[in-house]
């Protein structure tokens, strides 16, 4: 089965591979900053960390597949598929880059690199992801939907974060031909 696509632009070589235990420590403390963009908003542990690594990162059974986001050998991001339901061909994305690193168009480049993944080697049918308004990360979500001709909606009062019930932008992007077309590299995710 091919890999995803590696990314080569601005010259710029982004890539994903597997993720590594040492890689899950800086995905922690970047997690743990930001909060306010998370279902889950406590701050996690080492220890509670590396049980996740090994309890779904490295789970062939388990319904996510998360990659290490590369530029060049510099670990920038986390990103992936989680709630996979192979029958229905549906997945949620998720990303997170490290914030010394936002605002240079590595997440738009790491979102395209999962969703090549997610449609041509995955194989599912539609991506969705959701982003509560109270996050940072709500403007960046809103240029991907546009870009990726996203179904979006606004969900009611999803999260509670700081005493205040905050919307949901809800978007769902599509497989498409755009995704078939194989323009931007070499295949293959680094182990």
């Known amino acids: 089965m091919a890999g995803p696509k590696f990314i080569k ?52 059974d388990a319904k996510v597949r998360l990659w290490a986001i590369d530029v060049g050998d510099e670990l920038i991001g986390m990103g992936g598929l989680m709630n996979i ?19 240079m168009g590595y997440g738009s480049e790491a979102v395209h690199l999962i969703l090549l993944e997610g449609f041509n080697n995955i194989n599912v049918e539609n991506i969705y992801g959701e982003c509560y308004l109270c996050s940072p990360s709500v403007e960046f979500w809103k240029k991907i939907s546009l870009k990726y001709n996203a179904y979006t909606t606004r969900l009611p009062k999803r999260k509670y974060w700081k005493g205040n019930y905050w919307d949901s932008l809800y978007f769902n992007i599509s497989k ?11 295949n293959g995710v680094q182990s």
Do not use: C, H
């Open 85 to 103: 339901e192979w029958e229905n061909r549906l997945a949620e994305i998720s990303i997170l880059i490290d914030p010394k690193k936002w605002k």
């Open 176 to 186: 498409n031909p755009v995704f078939a077309e194989d323009t931007s590299g070499t």
């Open 9 to 60: 632009q601005r010259g710029i070589f982004m890539k994903l591979r597997s993720l590594t235990l040492e890689d899950m420590e800086k995905v922690r403390q970047w997690r743990n900053n930001n909060l306010e963009a998370l279902r889950t908003p406590y701050v996690l542990t080492k220890e509670m960390q590396e049980e996740f690594y090994k309890k779904v990162i490295i789970s062939r």
